[in-house]
């Protein structure tokens, strides 16, 4: 006998991201995914927006990596409330992971929550979190080819960031067939060219940021 | 390496969905290319945690999807290809993937009556 089924994979861990998401809800709280490879500058942002923004908002980061918490000492020392987790070798966060972490944060006590998914560019946009906005941190050295590379990533962001672009007169790489690849997977996505080293192109990404709370 | 977390929940799915049948003889599953799985991985998991289950020693059936653009343009269909997003009739970039994303399980076969 054949059981029509057409029950999504991930149905378990989207349900709990969308519990993630009402308790962000319920505390006021604006809950942002942040995504690359290894290397790309994510800590990097973090750390210059909380530096930034430490001043107006109450910011609170949830840091996931596979070992160590070096990430959120860093993240703790630039003013955040951090939470680090390490998942032993997984290769992204899952939305019970982030569940766990919202139960040790003060969430009445913050207006915006960054969490860094694990460095990687092949899966973690597949595993809903909860947050309210996925984006992704590409940089000038991994090369203009990535949105062709790694189409799923791509697909699954509302903001990119395109960090490092100091580095453009020092590496080849070709901004218009990089943003063709992100337009055609992912129209109208936001695109933010900056470098976390100069500070160049940060208010555009910060004012956007604040505006999301709105 | 999120294989094993992946395929708990097929188990769990078919499990649900098989109610009171004897055995789940086969689980058919629809994986676009763009999702990150690897067949024999699950396949691999699959042999471990089906184990004393009554979905233990059912197959599993992997229908791969391609990522396929189409052109807005000329309306051509094509697969994605790695390099360039180019409609290959017309050479514009008005384009839009379509498919690619699936990942899901489509039907599973028992034995016995689910109710």
């Given at each position: 006998m054949n059981i029509p089924v057409v029950e999504k994979i991930l149905s378990s861990n989207d349900t709990l991201a969308d519990e993630n998401r009402a308790m962000l809800d319920a505390a006021g709280v604006f809950g942002i995914n942040m995504m690359a490879s290894p290397g790309a500058g994510k800590t990097s942002l973090i750390e210059m927006t909380l530096q930034r923004l430490g001043g107006e908002l109450r910011l609170g980061v949830i840091e996931g990596d596979l070992a160590t918490s070096l990430d959120a000492e860093r993240a703790?020392?630039?003013?955040?409330?951090?939470?680090?987790i390490n998942?032993?070798?997984?290769?992204?966060?899952?939305?019970?992971?982030?569940?766990?972490?919202?139960?040790?944060?003060?969430?009445?006590?913050?207006?915006?929550?960054?969490?860094?998914?694990?460095?990687?560019?092949?899966?973690?946009?597949?595993?809903?979190?909860?947050t309210h906005k996925n984006i992704l941190v590409a940089s000038i050295p991994e090369g203009d080819d990535k949105p062709y590379k790694y189409p799923g990533m791509y697909r699954g962001v509302e903001a990119v960031v395109i960090n490092k672009v100091d580095l453009l007169p020092y590496v080849p790489f070709r901004m218009d067939y990089f943003k063709q690849g992100i337009e055609v997977l992912n129209p109208g996505v936001e695109i933010f060219s900056l470098s976390c080293r100069t500070g160049e192109g940060m208010e555009a990404w910060l004012t956007w940021l604040k505006g999301l709370r709105q | 390496?999120?294989?094993?977390?992946?395929?708990?929940?097929?188990?769990?799915?078919?499990?649900?969905?098989?109610?009171?049948?004897?055995?789940?003889?086969?689980?058919?599953?629809?994986?676009?290319?763009?999702s990150s799985m690897v067949d024999d991985c699950i396949q691999f998991y699959w042999d471990i945690i089906s184990e004393g289950t009554i979905?233990?020693?059912?197959?599993?059936?992997?229908?791969?999807?391609?990522?396929?653009?189409?052109?807005?343009h000329c309306q051509t269909e094509y697969p994605l290809h790695e390099t360039s997003f180019v409609c290959p009739t017309c050479a514009t970039t008005n384009v839009v993937l379509v498919s690619g994303d699936e990942f899901y399980v489509e039907s599973i076969q028992v034995q016995g009556d689910p109710i």
């Open positions: 703790q020392r630039a003013g955040a409330t951090a939470i680090q998942t032993g070798g997984n290769c992204h966060l899952e939305a019970y992971m982030i569940r766990d972490a919202l139960r040790q944060l003060p969430l009445s006590e913050l207006d915006l929550l960054i969490v860094e998914n694990v460095g990687n560019l092949v899966c973690p946009a597949n595993w809903k979190l909860g | 390496m999120h294989e094993l977390s992946v395929t708990q929940n097929i188990l769990s799915i078919a499990l649900k969905h098989a109610g009171q049948a004897e055995s789940i003889t086969d689980i058919y599953l629809v994986i676009g290319q763009l979905a233990q020693g059912a197959r599993l059936h992997f229908k791969r999807l391609p990522a396929m653009m189409h052109c807005q």
